[in-house]
């Protein structure tokens, strides 16, 4: 009889389980629109149409930004918060509840967008994971969206719930840190979503579902990025989580400083929702000021990043000299590279690195506008979520799929390949984004090839680029497989007894040393709310009060055909007039130049 | 052997991003390097890491263990 998760906990297992099956289903249905893309905007194979693009677009999306990863998290959520209180789920009917809501929502998303491949239906949902207005889904998109964020906000409630009934048996103890981690990630949440839900309920289904006629596109863009943001820390928080409290004991040592881990989750707690409209630096309905806001409150968020990098990489050297490290540098050779949880959180986070710096360029209010809307920000995001959330989630499924599932892994050579390959099928995938993005190549376009006109590479050419990012995206196709395969052999492997215990790493400075008010959740909320409160007022005041709550009468898109048919008419009428206006001027111009040259 | 296997594969594919940035850094100093010249570039440099990782180390491995702490 092991000590592992399933033997502590075997009814939260199936339902950690649950989860993470979700996950893994979003992340292969989400992986194969993206080499259909890849393969697509780069013109290598092109078996859709070009409209299709945008469907393949919101699947790839949606699948991978919202099921893959909160689905996934979730899951180590509540292996997180049951394994550090040491006290199973308050009601496990309620568990299944807010899971069942999740997987019942995500579905309803799910059908509304794949539903735009056929005609047979008139539902679509070719929005994109953005949905701007006046881009319109058809309602089971929105409401789908709904009942998923709500199954994440009573997921949130189950592990408060845990945390109180914690609390009232140990009165004077510190919160642990991986509770701790869960509760600050879900104040984030709480607060952040309220951005999402107004925007969907008060107006884009009220809208899709014909009650109202008309939306401000300002202000819902606006809304979604009070969510669109800090959904980004929503992914990123639970892999920092990983990073801090799974990392350090598999590099063989312990985390270095607990209070420093509890600061930097308050930090983003304070200051991950009152960015968002850094996303809108070249939305012309935003003054500058209130972009300038939110400009120094995103730099400021540079510092609980570099905080992690810091007690992440001296965590990692604590174990390594543990292991018999020694040297600057040599003790790099002690770590664990052979093991794939180690390996691939490793490389996650050094490529995190590299995001860090592409992202300051994004947030800096002046040089985004080199790069606003091009492929550099698809390049960004694939290192942030692409990488350091979704190689770090992999990684450590070598880790929890043995602990929920009470089955050996399949094989760590192939995990350790899957997680090297992603690795180095990114670096190729997002190193031509950001250059193509620098030539002014433009995102969520699928045919960036023009007729009459090239875009100038620095180095090399755009066909390289294009070659590059094919490769790219191949290899992390071939790496997906590798990790369904791991996946499939482990659930297909027989139960064990010689699994590793459930446990996650001890401190060099504990939360002792940690000043008590950092477990003050209530003061750090409070303090987020009112940061949000100074950030946001008055600009959705000031957009509401140029363009309406409703705002101006629109023309829905997509167009019907009859719409279509209308602006060709208009168009030759206008070239027409446009033509004669052009034939009366040369007239008169022949006539005064005979009239004036003798 | 001065390096694990596992250690090994890291290094090697640490060398993607190096090889990727060369031609950018290159061209900085007006050296311009097609594909082909890169790949080469690159096959050298693997060869050169296998070469030092399977060179013997004066008998002296040092801490190349693979076991992790689970």
């Given at each position: 009889m092991s000590n592992a998760y399933i033997d502590q906990f075997p009814a939260e297992a199936k339902v950690i389980r649950a989860a993470f099956y979700s996950s893994f289903f979003a992340l292969a249905l989400g992986g194969v629109f993206g080499i259909i893309q890849t393969l697509h905007r780069t013109g290598?194979?092109?078996?859709?149409d070009s409209a299709d693009y945008y469907t393949v677009l919101t699947a790839h999306g949606v699948f991978l930004v919202i099921s893959f990863t909160i689905f996934f998290l979730v899951g180590i959520f509540t292996w997180a918060i049951t394994t550090s209180l040491d006290r199973g789920v308050e009601d496990l009917r309620f568990t299944w509840g807010w899971y069942g809501l999740m997987a019942v929502g995500i579905t309803l998303t799910g059908v509304a967008i794949l539903a735009g491949?056929?005609?047979?239906?008139d539902i679509s949902a070719?929005?994109?994971?953005?949905?701007?207005?006046?881009?319109q889904a058809h309602p089971l998109f929105y409401l789908g969206l709904v009942l998923f964020v709500v199954g994440t906000w009573f997921a949130g409630v189950d592990w408060f719930r845990s945390w109180w009934a914690w609390k009232a048996e140990?009165?004077?103890?510190?919160?642990?840190l991986p509770a701790f981690m869960v509760l600050t990630t879900m104040l984030m949440w709480y607060i952040a979503t309220l951005g999402v839900a107004a925007a969907i309920l008060l107006f884009l289904l009220p809208w899709s579902l014909g009650l109202?006629?008309?939306?401000n596109p300002l202000l819902t863009r606006t809304l979604f990025w009070f969510f669109g943001h800090p959904v980004v820390y929503f992914w990123l928080m639970p892999a920092y989580m990983m990073w801090y409290v799974l990392l350090p004991k598999i590099s063989g040592g312990k985390l270095f400083s607990d209070p420093l881990a509890r600061v930097v989750f308050v930090l983003f707690l304070i200051?991950?929702?009152?960015?968002?409209i850094h996303h809108q630096?070249?939305?012309?309905?935003?003054a500058e000021g209130f972009k300038f806001i939110a400009m120094t409150n995103t730099m400021f968020l540079l510092l609980p990043s570099l905080l992690t990098a810091f007690t992440v990489v001296a965590s990692m050297e604590h174990g390594a000299r543990q292991r018999g490290g020694e040297g600057y540098l040599g003790?790099?050779?002690?770590?664990?590279?052979?093991d794939p949880v180690f390996a691939g959180m490793a490389l996650a986070g050094l490529m995190f690195a590299a995001a860090g710096f592409s992202g300051m360029i994004n947030a800096g209010m002046n040089i985004n506008y080199l790069v606003h809307n091009t492929f550099w920000v698809v390049g960004h995001f694939h290192l942030t979520v692409g990488t350091a959330v979704a190689l770090t989630f992999m990684a450590v499924t070598y880790w929890f799929l043995p602990q929920v599932t009470g089955k050996q892994l399949w094989s760590r050579s192939v995990a350790l390949g899957q997680v090297v390959l992603w690795f180095v099928g990114m670096t190729f995938m997002s190193n031509a984004m950001h250059r193509g993005g620098l030539l002014g190549?433009?995102?969520?376009?699928?045919?960036p090839q023009y007729d009459g006109f090239e875009f100038e590479a620095a180095v090399g050419s755009v066909a390289e680029l294009d070659a590059q990012i094919a490769l790219g995206g191949v290899l992390l196709t071939l790496s997906l497989v590798l990790f369904f395969a791991n996946v499939v052999g482990t659930a297909l492997n027989g139960r064990s007894d010689d699994l590793p215990d459930n446990s996650y790493a001890g401190t060099?400075?504990?939360?002792?040393?940690?000043?008590?008010?950092?477990?003050?959740l209530k003061l750090w909320t409070a303090i987020a709310v009112v940061l949000v409160i100074f950030a946001y007022t008055f600009p959705l005041l000031s957009i509401i009060d140029r363009?309406?709550?409703?705002?101006?009468e629109l023309v829905e898109l997509p167009l019907s055909t009859l719409d279509l048919e209308s602006i060709s008419a208009l168009a030759l009428a206008v070239e027409q007039s446009t033509i004669a206006t052009l034939e009366t001027t040369a007239d008169t111009a022949t006539a005064v130049i005979a009239g004036v040259i003798p | 052997m001065r390096i694990s296997k596992g250690g090994l594969l890291v290094v090697l594919a640490l060398l993607a991003p190096l090889l990727v940035e060369l031609r950018t850094v290159l061209a900085w100093v007006n050296v311009e390097l097609s594909v082909l010249e890169s790949a080469a570039i690159g096959l050298i440099l693997v060869v050169a890491i296998f070469v030092w990782a399977f060179w013997p180390d004066n008998g002296n491995d040092g801490p190349t263990s693979d076991s992790s702490p689970r």
């Open positions: 290598y194979y092109r078996f859709i491949f056929t005609d047979a239906t070719s929005v994109l994971f953005t949905f701007y207005a006046p881009l140990n009165p004077d103890e510190r919160i642990p109202i006629e008309s939306v200051l991950s929702v009152p960015t968002g630096y070249l939305d012309p309905g935003i003790w790099l050779k002690a770590l664990p590279w052979r190549i433009p995102r969520r376009t699928a045919e060099l400075s504990g939360p002792e040393d940690a000043p008590q008010i950092l477990d003050n363009g309406g709550l409703f705002g101006p | -």
